[in-house]
């Protein structure tokens, strides 16, 4: 199993770049709040990338063309904040964005890929898990204010139908609310597997952060902080059961 991990992080670079109050509160809503502590299983290898999401998404699509984000000026580098606000004292060009690009996004691919890789040559199947989180009211440039407790995100062609129904079986049984593909969609997996490999299965995980932060939901952690973690490690475990009997 591996963990993708994407948006923990709350370091970014060349900081004299930034307008500090936009940067400020867009790290503060838009940051997967420990999520690399969150997400734990004895089996699975995590795969974190170490720099903030509003410096360098590795979650979006490389070329803007391709990534809808990108019209609002938060592709894989941000050019806007919350609310459409200006993130960079200059507008980066396209020479300075392809320098992170290269640098950061391609880098974290590689390592994403690598360790899928060598997964599969141990294992028939490999599991990624998409790990996120998201602020409990909806933010200006989300599509959906719709706001369960968990989030699963799916691919038609790596989800399997089965381990959906039971993680959310799982997480119902617990008393949370599920909701999927809403108010995010869609699962993360290398691009020389995408749609390509079935032996590659995906399932994006999203938590909301009301469950294991103090409000206003950007750092603190709750008193449900260790129950939320316990609660992830138990759905992890479905996940490695249905790797395991993918081996017979």
Not at 102 to 111: E, L, T
Not at 183 to 192: D, E, H, N, S, Y
């Amino acid at each position: 199993m591996i963990l993708h991990i994407p948006h923990a992080s709350t370091k970014t670079w060349d900081t004299d770049k930034f307008i500090e109050e936009t940067k400020r509160e867009a790290i503060d809503k838009l940051t997967d709040w420990y999520t690399d502590e969150l997400f734990y299983h004895e089996f699975a290898t995590p795969v974190v990338f170490p720099w903030s999401r509003v410096f360098c998404d590795v979650e979006r699509f490389r070329n803007n063309e391709d990534e809808s984000m990108s019209k609002l000026g938060m592709g894989v580098v941000y050019r806007k904040g919350l609310d459409g606000k200006n993130l960079l004292k200059d507008v980066t060009t396209l020479e300075a964005e392809e320098k992170i690009k290269s640098s950061f996004y391609d880098r974290h691919h590689r390592k994403f890929s690598v360790a899928v890789n060598r997964s599969l040559g141990l294992f028939p199947v490999v599991f990624v898990v998409d790990c996120h989180s998201f602020y409990p009211t909806k933010l200006a440039h989300e599509e959906s204010s719709d706001r369960p407790d968990f989030c699963i995100g799916t691919d038609d062609f790596h989800t399997p139908v089965e381990v959906v129904d039971e993680v959310k079986a799982y997480l119902e049984g617990l008393g949370f609310t599920v909701s999927i593909n809403s108010p995010f969609k869609g699962t993360m997996v290398p691009l020389i597997h995408l749609h390509k490999n079935e032996d590659v299965k995906s399932i994006m995980i999203e938590v909301n952060r009301k469950l294991y932060l103090k409000a206003p939901y950007i750092g603190e952690k709750n008193d449900n902080f260790e129950s939320i973690q316990n609660v992830l490690t138990g759905l992890l475990e479905i996940i490695s059961e249905y790797e395991i009997s993918k081996e017979t």
